[in-house]
């Protein structure tokens, strides 16, 4: 079964700093697709970046990009130039490609606070 | 605007009642999921539908039920057998199954009297 950890229960940080938020997986798959998504205060779930396992190049999009470490399995959101919006939960999430999305696996969730 | 749409935002159940969430999408999706979110937890799946007339049991389906007549609706049923059923609770649907991209809707919190 596929793991996914966020080891940061909680961050917080100036506004228009940078913020790097961490997530590991573990897996034995060699392809799949990986996720970012934010929970702000609305509850609603928001997608904010995704990468697919066979791509070296990190996602980014826009303030918000990814240091993907396939050997490592490490996945991390960086957000740059931080603003007060992004204030919330952020969970990493893990999905097998070929499979449906029944196999979504999300970590615990890192709460990240942007301080004014 | 397209999109999913679930009510209430707010549920009270007492003791030995079942309660029905709804979850409306006119996204024109395929595939339709619920998920259960407890503090300090991911997001854990219920029951998903690939299609109309069809569902799977997630990885947590004891206590609850699901049904889908309609591609639009997936509504879920929190049954007297769910004992500890305080939650946040989210719809998701997807153009299919495999489809990687999913869409959320705002989510329904139940609590018990």
């Known amino acids: 079964a596929q793991t996914v950890t966020q080891s940061q229960p909680e961050m917080s940080v100036q506004e228009a700093e940078t913020v790097t938020l961490s997530c590991t997986y573990d897996t034995s798959e060699n392809n799949y697709y990986l996720f970012w998504y934010k929970q702000p205060p609305s509850r609603q779930m928001i997608l904010v970046i995704r990468?697919?396992?066979?791509?070296?190049q990190n996602a980014t999009e826009n303030r918000f990009s990814v240091n993907f470490q396939k050997a490592a399995k490490s996945f991390s959101l960086k957000i740059s130039d931080s603003q007060l919006g992004d204030t919330a939960m952020y969970f990493c999430?893990?999905?097998?490609?070929?499979?449906?999305?029944?196999?979504?696996?999300f970590g615990t969730g890192t709460r990240l606070t942007i301080i004014p | 605007d397209g999109g999913i749409t679930q009510s209430p935002k707010y549920l009270f159940r007492k003791e030995g009642q079942n309660v029905t969430l709804s979850c409306e999408q006119n996204?024109?999706?395929?595939?339709m999921y619920w998920y259960r979110q407890d503090p300090g937890q991911g997001l854990r799946l219920i029951y998903y539908s690939q299609i109309v007339n069809d569902f799977q049991k997630g990885d947590i389906a004891e206590g609850y039920s699901v049904s889908r007549e309609k591609k639009e609706s997936f509504p879920l049923t929190v049954t007297s057998a769910q004992k500890n059923p305080t939650a946040f609770y989210l719809c998701?649907?997807?153009?299919?199954?495999?489809?990687?991209?999913?869409?959320f809707g705002s989510g329904t919190q139940l609590s018990v009297l």
């Open positions: 990468q697919e396992a066979y791509k070296q």
């Open positions: 999430a893990f999905m097998r490609a070929n499979f449906g999305n029944e196999k979504l696996t």
């Open positions: 998701a649907s997807s153009i299919s199954r495999g489809s990687e991209k999913l869409f």
């Open positions: 996204l024109n999706h395929d595939a």
